[in-house]
């Protein structure tokens, strides 16, 4: 049992010393802990990395295999669902969690039962804050271009059948949502969080956004990650979380296939199509955007009005104190972010980050 000093209790300024230094001693291994378990996820990260330079090369050495890849949008997918998210992703971290699965202060996997109505309505509160974080990334966008830069996304390959259909969604909303989910909110997360639930929600936020490789989706998953963290451990379930993640993806994933399907059926969807052009001045996939948005700007509202109603965002009651010369946040995540094996990943991620800036032609 901590013993808390006050004025009145002091005895001497040599045991006042005492107590500063025994509290300095906790902050500092605190910080020891949070370095160790970053090493940890750097490692995590650096073979992920490890991974992608092995497919990489594989393309790069195989010209038939890299002619594949820049046209079959089903082994785009097929690739993206083996070498990203499953070897990339579940596997590194899923080791991390097993090896260090005594040190989980929850279940690697949170599974508190909530209930339908509670999930939809975090999926609908998150989901207006993915539009809003759209926003976000579309000013960060005009940024740029004031400066004579664009912001370079990698584009997917449109479907062209009704296979590489099934395939792009699969591979955008469902397989992503599952294993980006059990990676960064289920392994990384519940680590972090032993050390408190804002730092470990930030802390694997900023992985998760360097972890895509270019700003836009840098700013933009980096933002969804605090979102879906914040579902996750208010909560206590990964289910939000998973469902917030793949409608998201999904938005993008139906794009594409309604894109394939204008221009492939001579029927309903070119009717549609038609009617988007004519109306909107809008190709179909822009006109489901737009209905998408607004159906889930109202949703959304809506999911907040009744949590705001039933005192979900409130925060739980603790008689937890804290701890003089504790930690902020942000030596926490000075901790963080300066573990060797952690800084050690960092250079490719950033410099991939980095380069999806260029200039305006």
């Given at each position: 049992?901590?013993?808390y000093?006050?004025p009145?209790?002091?005895?001497s300024?040599?045991e006042?010393?005492?107590?500063?230094?025994?509290?300095q001693?906790?902050a500092?291994?605190?910080?020891?802990?949070i370095?160790?378990?970053?090493?940890?996820?750097?490692?995590?990260?650096?073979m992920?990395?490890?991974?992608?330079?092995?497919?990489?090369?594989?393309?790069?050495?195989?010209?038939v295999?890299?002619?594949?890849?820049?046209n079959?949008s089903?082994?785009?997918d097929?690739?993206?669902?083996l070498?990203?998210?499953?070897?990339?992703?579940?596997?590194?971290?899923g080791?991390?969690?097993?090896?260090?699965?005594?040190?989980?202060?929850?279940n690697?996997?949170?599974n508190?039962?909530?209930?339908?109505?509670k999930c939809?309505?975090?999926?609908?509160?998150?989901?207006?804050?993915?539009?809003?974080?759209?926003?976000?990334v579309?000013?960060v966008i005009?940024?740029?271009?004031?400066?004579?830069?664009?912001?370079?996304?990698?584009?997917?390959?449109v479907?062209?059948?009704?296979?590489?259909?099934?395939?792009?969604?699969?591979?955008?909303?469902?397989?992503?949502?599952?294993?980006?989910e059990?990676?960064?909110?289920?392994?990384?997360?519940?680590?972090?969080?032993?050390?408190?639930?804002a730092?470990?929600?930030?802390?694997?936020?900023?992985?998760?956004?360097?972890?895509?490789?270019?700003?836009?989706?840098f700013?933009?998953?980096g933002?969804?990650?605090?979102?879906?963290?914040?579902?996750t451990v208010?909560?206590?379930?990964?289910?939000?979380?998973?469902?917030?993640?793949?409608c998201n993806?999904?938005?993008?994933?139906?794009g594409?296939?309604?894109?394939?399907?204008?221009g492939?059926?001579?029927?309903?969807?070119?009717?549609?199509?038609?009617f988007?052009?004519?109306?909107?001045?809008?190709?179909l996939?822009?006109l489901?955007?737009?209905?998408?948005?607004?159906?889930?700007?109202?949703?959304?509202?809506?999911?907040i009005?009744?949590?705001?109603?039933?005192?979900?965002?409130?925060?739980?009651?603790?008689n937890?104190r804290?701890?003089p010369?504790?930690?902020?946040?942000?030596?926490?995540?000075?901790?963080?972010l300066?573990?060797?094996?952690?800084l050690?990943?960092f250079?490719?991620?950033?410099w991939?980050?980095v380069?999806?800036i260029v200039?305006?032609?």
């Amino acid at each position: 049992m901590v013993t808390y000093y006050s004025p009145t209790n002091i005895n001497s300024g040599d045991e006042m010393l005492r107590q500063k230094l025994y509290y300095q001693g906790v902050a500092k291994q605190e910080r020891k802990e949070i370095r160790h378990i970053s090493n940890l996820l750097g490692l995590a990260i650096l073979m992920f990395e490890l991974i992608q330079l092995i497919f990489s090369l594989v393309l790069a050495a195989n010209p038939v295999v890299y002619d594949l890849y820049e046209n079959s949008s089903v082994f785009q997918d097929c690739s993206s669902i083996l070498f990203i998210e499953v070897a990339g992703l579940v596997i590194p971290f899923g080791i991390i969690a097993f090896f260090n699965r005594k040190k989980y202060k929850v279940n690697i996997v949170p599974n508190e039962k909530i209930g339908f109505a509670k999930c939809a309505r975090w999926v609908g509160f998150g989901m207006l804050c993915c539009i809003g974080a759209d926003f976000v990334v579309s000013g960060v966008i005009a940024l740029f271009n004031v400066f004579g830069y664009d912001l370079d996304v990698p584009e997917s390959l449109v479907p062209s059948s009704p296979f590489a259909c099934v395939t792009t969604i699969v591979a955008t909303a469902i397989v992503p949502a599952l294993c980006e989910e059990f990676a960064m909110r289920c392994c990384s997360l519940g680590l972090m969080r032993n050390y408190g639930k804002a730092f470990g929600v930030v802390s694997v936020s900023i992985i998760f956004g360097l972890l895509h490789g270019n700003v836009v989706q840098f700013v933009f998953a980096g933002l969804v990650g605090l979102i879906v963290g914040y579902a996750t451990v208010k909560t206590g379930s990964i289910w939000p979380a998973i469902f917030i993640h793949g409608c998201n993806n999904a938005m993008s994933a139906i794009g594409d296939v309604a894109e394939y399907a204008a221009g492939n059926n001579s029927g309903l969807m070119n009717s549609i199509a038609s009617f988007a052009e004519k109306t909107l001045e809008a190709d179909l996939d822009e006109l489901l955007t737009i209905v998408m948005f607004g159906f889930w700007i109202v949703a959304g509202a809506i999911c907040i009005i009744f949590m705001l109603v039933k005192g979900e965002f409130k925060n739980e009651k603790t008689n937890a104190r804290e701890l003089p010369y504790s930690n902020s946040i942000w030596s926490k995540l000075g901790a963080f972010l300066s573990a060797p094996l952690m800084l050690l990943s960092f250079p490719f991620l950033i410099w991939s980050t980095v380069v999806s800036i260029v200039p305006i032609e």
